[in-house]
């Protein structure tokens, strides 16, 4: 008595409408990696948009930095060629007063698959850095 085990690929559909076949591929393809310098286009865009003619305002700093990230998250979903990438964005947004600021990020993962891409902007008063960091789930 003899079994046969037949495993056939599924189709899943994300929230962006894209679908991927669970083909059991553990690493994405050359094409399908996560593209920095995209990434870094478009927080330098983002940036530039939201904040070339602003001035520093407590009041509207919060919500500023929370359209400027998912503006960044929103434009990398649609650029991502695999959609298991996970992206996860942080936007630093502060009033320059000459005092220095640092910003530091830790985590483990796959240096073959996982990336970051980040960017500043700095006018007057304001300073602001924007980093995305995709990680690719297996």
């Known amino acids: 008595m003899s079994t046969k085990l037949e495993v056939k690929n599924e189709v899943a559909v994300n929230d962006n409408n894209k679908s991927h076949v669970h083909n059991f591929q553990i690493r ?6 996560f593209k920095t310098h995209l990434a870094k286009e478009a927080i330098q865009e983002t940036l530039l948009k939201h904040l070339k003619d602003k001035e520093y305002s407590q009041i509207q ?3 500023l930095s929370k359209t400027i990230a998912s503006e960044i998250k929103d ?15 942080q936007v630093v947004l502060g009033e320059r ?7 530091g ?19 007057e008063t ?3 850095m924007a980093a995305v960091f995709a990680v690719y789930f297996y």
Request: proline share 2%; with cysteine; net charge neutral.
């Open 97 to 103: 007063h000459g005092a220095g600021t640092k910003v």
């Open 61 to 63: 700093a919060e919500v």
């Open 28 to 33: 994405p393809t050359h094409n399908q990696k």
């Open 75 to 89: 434009r990398l979903k649609d650029q991502c060629l695999d959609t298991r990438y996970k992206l996860m964005v």
């Open 126 to 128: 304001i300073f602001c």
């Open 105 to 123: 990020a830790r985590c483990i993962w796959d240096a073959d698959t996982d990336t970051q891409a980040s960017d500043q902007f700095l006018n």
